[in-house]
């Protein structure tokens, strides 16, 4: 089995002490940094923007992993090539020229991603899944961290997994939202790739034992 990839969410860290916090992440078992960047449109919750993110990438060591929760994702795309994101995840729900959207964050350098609401069917994805780099299935309703993971996400993982493997394409699958040690192994089972995880890391008495134990669990 390929090696998984455990994406500590920075929306869960301490903005007070975002160094520190990244550095904590920098000298952990963790594989990327997971970024929500939010717009109060799409989602009804404001995160942070791009001075955060150029900050966060000046200390960062490993992958960034950016997750746009804004309308226009087509705006920004070459502010968040040159930010230094290495993944760019843009919204199906707001997409209206999807196939146009991943070409252009592939032309940029980047990695093309598309996120799935809770209520979006995988089955959407079937004519666009061979230019995908990663489909991130959100488990809960995007706009805040630490709420609880939605159980359908294992059925559609399975779907996904299925559609990738008949369509002979490269594409990882991304977990996000309320993923902890009760769900992680279950969703790596059902062909998950990535997990995302937020507040379990972050708020976790001990962020690096917990990335560790979450691993532990996955590979
Ligand atoms: C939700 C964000 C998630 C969030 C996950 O809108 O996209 O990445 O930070 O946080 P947890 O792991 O706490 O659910
Ligand atoms: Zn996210």
């Not at 900050?55 to 968040?80: E, G, W």
């Not at 493997?165 to 991304?174: D, F, G, R, W, Y």
């Not at 040690?181 to 890391?201: H, P, R, T």
Request: proline letters at 3%; aromatic letters at 6%.
């Amino acid at each position: 089995m390929s090696l998984k990839r455990i994406a500590p969410s920075v929306l869960a860290a301490d903005f007070a002490n975002l160094q520190r916090d990244v550095e904590m992440i920098n000298n952990s078992d963790a594989d990327w940094f997971h970024i929500d960047i939010m717009d109060g449109v799409f989602v009804p919750n404001i995160s942070f923007g791009m001075p955060v993110l150029r900050d966060i990438v000046k200390h960062a060591s490993k992958t960034i992993d950016v997750h746009l929760m804004i309308v226009n994702p087509d705006r920004y795309i070459q502010t968040f090539a040159d930010l230094g994101s290495d993944i760019l995840t843009v919204h199906y729900e707001a997409c209206t020229h999807l196939h146009r959207t991943l070409q252009a964050i592939k032309a940029a350098g980047m990695k093309a991603g598309v996120a799935l609401n809770p209520h979006t069917s995988v089955n959407l994805l079937e004519d666009t899944i061979q230019d995908i780099d990663m489909v991130c299935l959100m488990s809960v309703n995007p706009g805040f961290g630490g709420q609880n993971f939605i159980e359908n996400t294992y059925h559609k993982v399975a779907v996904l997994k299925e559609m990738i493997e008949h369509k002979n394409a490269n594409t990882l699958i991304e977990i996000d939202g309320g993923v902890t040690n009760k769900n992680a192994k279950q969703l790596v089972d059902a062909g998950a790739d990535v997990l995302v995880a937020g507040s379990y890391v972050f708020k976790a008495e001990d962020p690096v034992t917990t990335v560790k134990e979450l691993r532990k669990l996955v590979n």
